[in-house]
């Protein structure tokens, strides 16, 4: 069935460097990868996410890098703040075309100032 | 930030009872959904509605019953409440048919004692 896979479950970083969070999927026909940062006690809220047409979409601090031949997936964090804790999902469209999203299991992400 | 708003917040009650929970958005979206996150943060897919028809009905106990009166609202109606079905409950609602750039709402922490 569709699985979505996520690395690490935790992190932790100095404020100022780098994050990098790892998914794959299991559905070559998925098209859409959002990711999603969670505050504790609060909704989950879209931070960027990729088309399978395009490879690299960047917004500020963040990077998303999408691999369709090996169905890998990444969250790029750069220059991190310790607002950036959270746990953030990384999540693929099914290809059923219902509009279900499978999400990862979830990274949390520490920053220590 | 109320886009998609979600009543109550909280609800403690007790085994057997049966509650509901409501959902509203106010951006003209097409599709809602209810998402589950257990308390291992584990975000799953529900149901979700399009225009008010029954898009996705996961493996979901037939205790809980969504029911969307219009594209604008969608209620979860739990019967018989169980202590398994203590977790956070995700409204959301996306633009677009078949899923993409879904936006949560802020969630309903159900406590079953």
């Known amino acids: 069935g569709e699985n979505v896979e996520q690395h690490p479950s935790t992190l932790s970083v100095q404020e100022g460097d780098s994050a990098v969070i790892k998914c794959t999927y299991s559905d070559s026909a998925s098209n859409y990868f959002p990711w999603y940062k969670q505050e504790l006690g609060k909704r989950p809220q879209l931070i960027i996410d990729?088309?399978?047409?395009?490879g690299e979409k960047k917004d500020q601090r963040i990077a998303v890098t999408l691999n369709k031949t090996a169905k890998h997936f990444s969250l790029h964090i750069t220059e991190t703040q310790p607002e950036d804790s959270a746990v953030y999902f990384c999540?693929?469209?099914?290809?059923?075309?219902?509009?279900?999203?499978?999400f990862g299991q979830g990274t949390t992400l520490q920053v220590k100032p | 930030d109320t886009a998609v708003s979600q009543t109550p917040k909280y609800l403690v009650t007790q085994m057997g009872n049966d509650k509901s929970i409501k959902c509203e958005q106010n951006l003209g979206h097409d599709t809602m959904y209810w998402y589950k996150q257990d308390s291992k943060k584990f975000l799953k897919i529900m149901f979700s509605?399009?225009?008010?028809?029954?898009?996705i009905n996961e493996t979901v106990p037939n205790r809980f019953s969504p029911k969307s009166p219009d594209k604008a609202h969608l209620n979860l109606h739990i019967n018989s409440l169980e202590l398994g079905d203590s977790a956070v409950y995700f409204c959301?609602?996306?633009?677009?048919?078949?899923?993409?750039?879904?936006?949560f709402g802020p969630g309903t922490r159900l406590t079953v004692t």
């Open positions: 990729i088309r399978s047409n395009v």
């Open positions: 509605y399009n225009n008010k028809e029954l898009i």
């Open positions: 999540a693929a469209l099914g290809s059923s075309n219902t509009g279900k999203l499978i």
């Open positions: 959301a609602s996306s633009p677009r048919d078949r899923g993409s750039e879904q936006y």
